[in-house]
């Protein structure tokens, strides 16, 4: 059992943090950001949650799937919504772990849902495209800064 343990916490290298997002408010447009503040309820700026759902993030390799799903060239980052897209490192792998992104340690908690809004974004088949390709929300540990070209790593 240990040997899994130990397996399960390494990674094959540190991710990076390729996109900052904020949505100012409920049904508002998500701006890009080049420098966020995670402050304990969420990222400075964003209506988020405080609690488990306070930052989300998804995964840059699954843009590619959505698209192809979708039939499209590509998905745009603020198009589904996440605060946080990271490349590099599996988020599956820390559900339920820490998780340092920039200045901050998150804690990943489960998987972030598609909104009702994919539809609208992307047409009749939007949500289900995206159902196991949304992402994962997470709570704030610890707070700090985060910035596009940082590192995303299991906390030292």
């Known amino acids: 059992m240990a040997e899994l343990r130990e397996m399960m916490a390494r ?18 447009p998500v701006s890009a950001v080049e420098v966020a503040e995670i402050a304990e309820d969420g990222l400075r700026g964003d209506h988020g949650r405080a609690g488990k759902r306070a930052v989300t993030l998804v995964q840059a390799e699954h843009f590619a799937v959505v698209a192809s799903l979708l ?11 996440r605060n946080i897209v990271v490349s590099a490192i599996n988020l599956a792998a820390f559900r339920h772990a820490p998780l340092r992104i920039g200045g901050a340690i998150l804690r990943i908690e489960g998987p972030c849902p598609p909104c009702s809004r994919m539809e609208g974004e992307f047409g009749p088949g939007g949500y289900s495209a995206i159902r196991g390709h949304g992402g994962y929300y997470a709570s704030v540990v610890e707070p700090g800064r985060v910035s596009p070209g940082d590192i995303v790593a299991a906390p030292d």
Do not use: S
């Open 11 to 28: 990674h094959a290298r540190d991710g990076r943090v390729d996109w900052i997002g904020l949505r100012p408010a409920r049904r508002e």
């Open 71 to 81: 039939g499209i060239e590509a998905v745009e980052p603020a198009r589904l919504r």
